[in-house]
């Protein structure tokens, strides 16, 4: 086996054919237990592309974490060719305590690239995007809406890709939301790299939502039979519908706070002056009806039964692409 053939990762040689579970270490507790992050790696005895696979950048996203555990327990990620390297739970802090942030209060999707000697959430940055990163040809992010924000399943990527714009579609989840790279993010500093990234939204935190994940896994499998990665046992089933491609959209916000209940359901079309649902307060003498703004597809509901003003409840699509 030549030296190209051979993957050195976190100091560790992995060569083709060959599988292994390596850690990066993360940081000590008070009771100085050591806390690893765990990497699977899986490959092929025939080259091919590196697809990354994440989930768990945020503490509280368990479903985008269910996603790629079931493609680790179903052999998905023992890949045709080439090499599927999967990390279930980035911050492994925030999913023990089921918090969104670090134990430094940081959000780590927010600190990126990272530094050697920042946060406690940017050294985990950096670590993931000087050892582990650079292997990939490809990513696949899962994550899922924040607090009681369920959203509809989705791809997020930049316009103009056309890279992106082909995985996106093979991906098939019901949207295609084009959206700007945050600063500080996973998909960002990945992006300035230039190394692909699809991230998939879907569902809420706190929640492993059957469909969503379906829907997660069925996308990470089109992909790799896209990529000719997948092995013949997996069956990859068409989507039913073609992905709806969403240009621009808008929050709508509680003009009033109060018990809320959406009656309209995700990835509904919905046209201008709709009733999507109402809030009321609990002694019976106000009824607020919430209607939509404009046509389009509602793709986040918030779940929550009590709204204060200002609070985003629906997210509407306000332009899709021909």
């Not at 802090?93 to 999707?109: E, Y």
């Not at 890709?161 to 995985?167: K, T």
């Not at 700007?180 to 993010?185: A, F, P, V």
Request: glycine share 8%; aromatic share 8%; with cysteine.
């Amino acid at each position: 086996m030549s030296e190209k053939d051979v993957l050195e990762i976190l100091d560790k040689k992995v060569g083709l054919g060959q599988s292994a579970t390596v850690n990066f270490n993360v940081a000590k507790l008070h009771t100085q237990n050591s806390i690893d992050v765990p990497v699977i790696i899986e490959r092929s005895k025939k080259p091919g592309p590196t697809v990354l696979i994440t989930a768990g950048i945020h503490g509280d996203e368990v479903n985008g974490v269910e996603i790629v555990r079931q493609i680790i327990a179903k052999g998905i990620n023992k890949p045709k060719r080439g090499t599927i390297i999967c990390i279930p739970v980035i911050n492994v802090f925030g999913f023990i305590h089921m918090d969104r942030l670090f134990p430094d209060g940081r959000d780590l999707n927010r600190v990126f690239p990272g530094s050697k000697n920042g946060s406690l959430a940017s050294r985990v940055a950096h670590q993931l995007m000087t050892k582990v990163v650079p292997h990939a040809d490809l990513i696949l992010d899962f994550h899922t809406g924040g607090a009681d924000r369920f959203n509809a399943a989705q791809v997020r990527i930049v316009k103009n890709e056309v890279v992106l714009d082909e995985l996106a579609e093979a991906f098939g989840a019901p949207f295609i939301f084009y959206s700007k790279n945050l600063n500080n993010s996973f998909r960002n500093s990945a992006y300035k790299k230039g190394i692909p990234i699809l991230l998939f939204e879907g569902g809420k935190s706190f929640n492993i939502h059957n469909t969503i994940t379906n829907t997660g896994v069925n996308g990470a499998k089109r992909v790799l039979s896209h990529l000719e990665m997948l092995r013949s046992p997996f069956k990859v089933s068409q989507p039913k519908k073609e992905a709806v491609k969403i240009l621009d959209s808008k929050w709508l916000r509680a003009s009033y706070s109060g018990m809320f209940k959406p009656t309209i359901s995700i990835n509904a079309h919905v046209e201008k002056g709709d009733v999507l649902g109402n809030i009321t307060d609990p002694y019976g003498s106000f009824n607020h009806f919430v209607k939509a703004p404009n046509s389009g597809y509602i793709f986040n509901i918030n779940e929550s039964p009590l709204v204060y003003q200002g609070d985003a409840i629906f997210h509407i699509s306000t332009k899709l692409e021909d």
